[in-house]
């Protein structure tokens, strides 16, 4: 069940950039591209993260 877990975790990453990744390009404010590039951060972080804590279970 870990790999299923881990298969729709990238899932959802891979979705959620290719939503953000046309505003992150287009956008020609730098601030907003800034909170999109940092959320987008957070969720990768968390991706790579998240599988480090599994150990107690």
């Known amino acids: 069940m870990?790999?299923?877990e881990r298969f729709t975790g990238l899932l959802g990453l891979v979705l959620l950039a290719a939503?953000?990744?046309p505003y992150i390009f287009k956008l020609p404010q730098l601030d907003i591209?800034?909170?999109l590039?940092?959320?987008l951060g957070?969720?990768?972080f968390?991706?790579?993260s998240s599988g480090k804590s599994?150990?107690?279970e």
């Open 33 to 35: 591209t800034l909170i």
């Open 46 to 48: 968390d991706y790579f």
């Open 37 to 39: 590039v940092g959320g």
């Open 19 to 21: 939503f953000l990744l």
């Open 2 to 4: 870990k790999s299923l």
């Open 54 to 56: 599994d150990k107690s």
């Open 42 to 44: 957070l969720a990768v």
